[in-house]
T-cell receptor, first 113, second 114 residues
Framework: KQEVTQIPAALSVPEGENLVLNCSFT??????LQWFRQDPGKGLTSLLL?????REQTSGRLNASLDKSSGRSTLYIAASQPGDSATYLC????????????FGQGTTLQVKP | KAGVTQTPRYLIKTRGQQVTLSCSPI?????VSWYQQTPGQGLQFLFE???????NKGNFPGRFSGRQFSNSRSEMNVSTLELGDSALYLC?????????????FGQGTRLTVV
């Protein structure tokens, strides 16, 4: 049974810092991994999608890496801004034939001005 | 291009009642998945529909059901509501490729059971 863990559960940093959010999964036989952002009371916004054959994806100040063999993914946020404050969720898709995602509990990020 | 639309945004129901939530996927998307989000359990998969057929189901009681129409719009129904069903219900749609790719989520329906 796939389990996804995100550490830390909460993180507070001053504006301008570079930071790394961690995601680990127990079954390395994944199809893809997706990082999402969620603002309080809102839906999920897709940030980055990494297919199982890829090692990393980049979008602006965000970079996500994937190491299937060790069951880990990291989301790197460069030069953090107060607007980056949100909960970040990683989700694993285990098969190409289903939309089912297994989510971690999320990391709540606060970036202080 | 319009995103995933969920209606209504907020609902208050009484224990024992039933409720129907609606999800309109991104145009052209054929896969719709539903998730329940609570502070204690996080995001949990309910079920997925693809081309009007349930393709996968999570570990929820039979009170939770869904369906998908020919235009890919989906509804989920919860019967005999319990206090513990209070949650944010999210749906996601995915492009029509044969294999699953990126999921796009709606804003959710906040259900409160009193």
């Amino acid at each position: 049974k796939q389990e996804v863990t995100q550490i830390p559960a909460a993180l507070s940093v001053p504006e301008g810092e570079n930071l790394v959010l961690n995601c680990s999964f127990t079954d390395s036989a994944i199809y893809n991994l997706q990082w999402f952002r969620q603002d309080p009371g809102k839906g999920l916004t897709s940030l980055l999608l990494i297919q199982s054959s890829q090692r990393e994806q980049t979008s602006g100040r965000l970079n996500a890496s994937l190491d299937k063999s060790s069951g880990r993914s990291t989301l790197y946020i460069a030069a953090s801004q107060p607007g980056d404050s949100a909960t970040y969720l990683c989700a694993v898709g285990s098969s190409g034939n289903t939309g089912k995602l297994i989510f971690g509990q999320g990391t709540t990020l606060q970036v202080k001005p | 291009k319009a995103g995933v639309t969920q209606t209504p945004r907020y609902l208050i129901k009484t224990r024992g009642q039933q409720v129907t939530l609606s999800c309109s996927p991104i145009s052209g998307h054929r896969s719709v998945s539903w998730y329940q989000q609570t502070p204690g359990q996080g995001l949990q998969f309910l079920f997925e529909y693809f081309s009007e057929t349930q393709r996968n189901k999570g570990n929820f009681p039979g009170r939770f059901s869904g369906r998908q129409f020919s235009n890919s719009r989906s509804e989920m129904n919860v019967s005999t509501l319990e206090l513990g069903d209070s949650a944010l219900y999210l749906c996601a749609s995915s492009p029509p490729q044969g294999s699953f790719t990126e999921a796009f989520f709606g804003q959710g329906t906040r259900l409160t059971v009193v």
